[in-house]
């Protein structure tokens, strides 16, 4: 999945969120707000990615710390779809004087719940 259709992603949950509360609806915030207890190191727009589809989370992380975390993901299984940052250098060489400044871009990358996860079976 690209960036911008994680972005499109965000703004209609941010949309749906808004005409709830317009609405008098709050159960739609509540539930935003707890998802932001528990994600605090995500971004707000992640947070609504990650509400969006799967309301349920409880824990997430990438692929590669579950796998150093001893824990596999189940084959065939669907990740959360959230959008990472990745500073890149500028492949050409800056003239004398510039700033070598990383160039930042956005694409979307899979992270996955505990539930998506085997079971721990090391005793």
Request: glycine share 6%.
């Given at each position: 999945m690209?960036?911008?259709e994680?972005?499109?992603?965000?703004d209609?949950a941010?949309?749906?969120l808004s005409?709830?509360?317009s609405?008098g609806?709050?159960?739609?915030?509540?539930?935003?707000?707890a998802m932001?207890?528990?994600?605090?190191?995500y971004?707000?727009?992640n947070?609504?990615?990650i509400?969006?589809?799967?309301?349920?989370?409880?824990h997430?992380?990438?692929?590669?710390?579950?796998k150093?975390?001893?824990?596999?993901v189940r084959?065939?299984?669907?990740?959360?779809?959230?959008?990472a940052?990745?500073?890149?250098?500028?492949?050409?060489?800056?003239?004398p004087?510039?700033?070598?400044k990383?160039?930042?871009?956005f694409?979307?990358?899979?992270i996955?719940?505990?539930?998506?996860?085997?079971?721990?079976l090391?005793?």
């Open positions: 690209k960036a911008e994680a972005k499109k992603i965000a209609q941010l949309e749906q005409e709830a509360l609405r609806k709050s159960e739609q915030l509540t539930s935003y707000l932001l207890a528990k994600f605090h190191r971004s707000f727009g947070v609504l990615l509400l969006l589809q799967k309301p349920d989370a409880s997430v992380a990438w692929f590669t710390a579950w150093k975390l001893g824990r596999c084959k065939g299984e669907k990740g959360i779809v959230i959008i940052s990745k500073k890149f250098k500028p492949r050409d060489e800056p003239e004087g510039e700033n070598d990383p160039i930042l871009r694409r979307g990358v899979h996955f719940d505990v539930s998506h996860i085997f079971p721990n090391s005793v």
